[in-house]
């Protein structure tokens, strides 16, 4: 699940920056502002990626994708990519997951077929 969350959080971090210069042309919104909360969104993508296995790092996850559809408000697009991302952070979630447990069943048939006694 690791591997599948953190490429979709690392294609969130590319998407964030860039979202963060087109909302700079915005004149209602200070450049200062807007580096803020894109960075502080951008630093949240990145510690996510550590995060994604420990408790609550899934929910922290899906909190992230909230903002990104809500940063719809200042940049219309961001609506569309930010269902986008819901849908992959889905993806990799639910994926994830299934491919952790084959993993995990795989390992203990391997395990199992492995711990035959030594023929003396």
Request: proline letters at 3%; aromatic letters at 10%; charged letters at 10%.
């Amino acid at each position: 699940m690791r591997t599948l969350c953190s490429s979709t959080l690392i294609g969130e971090f590319c998407i964030i920056g860039f979202a963060g210069l087109v909302a700079m042309k915005d004149p209602g919104l200070s450049t200062s502002t807007v580096w803020l909360v894109s960075g502080i969104a951008m630093v949240l993508c990145v510690l996510l990626c550590g995060m994604v296995t420990r408790p609550g790092g899934v929910a922290l996850g899906w909190a992230l994708q909230l903002a990104l559809i809500a940063s719809g408000v200042f940049v219309p697009t961001m609506y569309f990519m930010g269902a986008v991302f819901a849908a992959l952070w889905w993806a990799s979630v639910h994926y994830g997951r299934k491919i952790d447990e084959a993993k995990a069943r795989f390992a203990a048939q391997a395990e199992s077929s492995s711990a035959t006694p030594d023929a003396a």
